[in-house]
């Protein structure tokens, strides 16, 4: 496993533009296919995005389709979620998570390492 650490949530107004950032610890992060996921109060955590080992495959839930985009460095062991054109109902604790088998899978039970998250907020 390794060790993720989430930054750039915050307040923004509908129509706004974040940018999530995750830094992912250990040598083998080229390796790990990267996700993000949210989860809303009161609902269940949700699928928004995944890349793959290399970059060269990415997969978005249709609800983020063409306003988020999923990106990575990894010479900088670092994912970023770039969210634009952003609606209250992106509201949502976002977590960044890790697969060790590179892909880029929307379900949950592939990934075994999680950070802790950082909170969205689009107000209307």
């Known amino acids: 496993q390794v060790q993720l650490v989430e930054s750039g949530g915050g307040l923004v107004q509908a129509g706004g533009s974040l940018r999530l950032s995750c830094v992912v610890s250990?040598?083998?992060?080229?390796?790990?296919?990267m996700g993000w996921f949210r989860q809303a109060p009161g609902k269940e955590r949700e699928f928004v995005a995944a890349i793959n080992w290399s970059g060269g495959r990415t997969n978005y839930a249709n609800s983020v389709k063409g306003r988020f985009t999923i990106s990575r460095e990894n010479a900088k062991n670092t994912v970023f979620l770039q969210m634009d054109s952003l609606k209250p109902e992106d509201t949502a604790v976002y977590y960044c998570a890790a697969n060790p088998v590179g892909s880029s899978g929307a379900s949950s039970s592939v990934y075994d390492s999680w950070g802790l998250g950082t909170q969205v907020t689009v107000s209307s």
């Open positions: 250990g040598r083998t992060f080229s390796t790990y296919g």
